[in-house]
Structure formats: C-alpha cells, structure tokens
C-alpha cells in the first residue's frame, strides 16, 4: 500500500457496506466457475429432466431463459430455495434423488447459463441491512430450533466458505 501511496484506515461504517457490495457485485468472493462442467452438471444432475434450457419438457418448469436470478448466488438460491418444496414432491412423483450440489457446482452452473445465448443479463445487487432483521427473520423461521447461536451451533459455520458455498449448503438442507 505504501508503494501505491495509499494510505491504511479512513472507512466508515458506510464505506466498508459499499466496499463490500462492491466486491459482492463484481463477484469478488465466487470461486471461478467452468461453463464445460457446468453443462455436464446440468444433465448429470437431471436438471434437464424438468428444465430446458428455451423451453422445458416440465410445463410447470420455467426454462432458463426465463430465471431471473442469474446474476448472483444469493437471488439464485432464493428462487431455489422458494421453489424446493414442489420440486421436492416432483422428485418423489418421479422417484429421483434430491440433487447434491456444492459451491463449486453452482459457481459451475451459474458460469454456463450466464453465458447461454438468451440470457437475461443483469447486475447483481447487495443490500447490506441492520443484523436485527436477519435475527428476527432466522427467528420467525425455526432456524433456532436446530440452531441455537447461543450453544456455540453457529460458531464460525462459514469458515472460509464463498457465497456459492453458502448457497450449495442451503440447497442440501432444503429437503
């Protein structure tokens, strides 16, 4: 920092938020992501069983073409998060396995449909809000129920794990 001149400290809360959604935004913190394994990923996986890439064999399905949450991990995760209880019931009407998915499959997948033809392009966006309403959301959830912060059941959980990483793991806990 020296050599460049420039000089330690000087971030208010504020700009540290902004930094960080910077850093966010430009995908900073995703592991890089291969669009070859992603594609394998999405037939091995049977993705493909329900969801086309323009149009899905699975009317109830949308196609990729169609998500909207291609820009980042978090708004990915939150539609699939929202969406896991009927996939859910689908994959037991058609006796398949919940698929196993890990930080570095979803970096792998998001890489190969952000660069499909067709596909919405947008930037991701981070909105760091107070802790307390993450709290209050973790309650209202049941998180509490298998995880009590206050028994150490969350100490250090994240380690050095990415945002997709973070989302591979809600993923496997959605059955």
């Known amino acids: ?71 980042d991990p978090i708004e990915l995760t939150q539609a699939m998060w929202n969406h896991s209880g009927a996939m859910y019931k689908e994959i037991e009407h058609k006796k398949m396995s919940w698929p196993q998915l890990t930080g570095q499959d979803f970096s792998d997948l998001l890489v190969y449909f952000r660069n499909l033809p067709g596909t919405p392009v947008r930037q991701a966006t981070f909105i760091i809000t107070a802790g307390s309403q993450g709290e209050a959301l ?28 973070v989302a591979a793991a809600l993923w496997g806990h959605a059955p």
């Open 1 to 71: 920092m020296a050599k460049e001149n420039v000089k330690p400290g000087g971030l208010d809360e504020q700009a540290a938020a902004d930094l960080f959604a910077y850093f966010y935004a430009a995908h900073f913190f995703d592991k890089p992501g291969d669009a070859g394994r992603g594609k394998r990923l999405f037939h091995e996986r049977k993705c493909d069983h329900c969801h086309g890439l323009t149009n899905s064999p699975d009317p109830a399905a949308p196609p990729e073409s169609k998500w909207q949450s291609l820009a």
């Open 138 to 165: 973790f309650q209202s959830k049941g998180c509490q129920a298998c995880h009590d912060v206050s028994k150490g059941m969350f100490r250090n959980p994240l380690g050095d794990r990415t945002l997709t990483d």
